[in-house]
């Protein structure tokens, strides 16, 4: 399995970014993909997650409304897009496969950082 993230980068509060998770090695319309963050000394979290078929997606509540997960399973890849971008939203962002076993490795996730 393999996962690469890309789209990351600076901006200000109140803008936007789409993050982009290239998926490889398993049968990625078969799975949940899920998009996660992590500041240093602080614990991985999720943010948003998507079903295989893209009907249903769930947020954690410091997202909602701001972010939106979606999927293309023509490109194996999953994208989350950040509106309205906070200070406290600058962590690193991953995505996995959480439901595939073994649990996947982590890619090295895209760095978003929110600030003037």
């Known amino acids: 399995v393999q996962l690469v993230e890309s789209g990351g980068g600076l901006v200000q509060p109140g803008g936007s970014l789409r993050l982009s998770c290239a998926a490889s090695?398993?049968?990625?319309?078969?799975?949940?993909m899920s998009w996660y963050r992590q500041t240093p000394g602080k614990e991985r979290e999720s943010v948003a997650a998507?079903?295989?078929?893209?009907?249903?997606?769930t947020y954690a509540d410091s997202v909602k409304g701001r972010f939106t997960i979606s999927r293309d399973n023509a490109k194996n890849t999953v994208y989350l897009q950040m509106n309205s971008l906070k200070p406290e939203d600058t962590a690193v962002y991953y995505c996995?496969?959480?439901?595939?076993?073994?649990?996947?490795?982590w890619g090295q996730g895209t760095q978003v950082t929110v600030s003037l």
């Open positions: 996995n496969a959480p439901h595939v076993q073994p649990f996947p490795s």
């Open positions: 090695g398993f049968p990625f319309s078969r799975y949940y």
């Open positions: 998507i079903s295989g078929n893209g009907g249903i997606t």
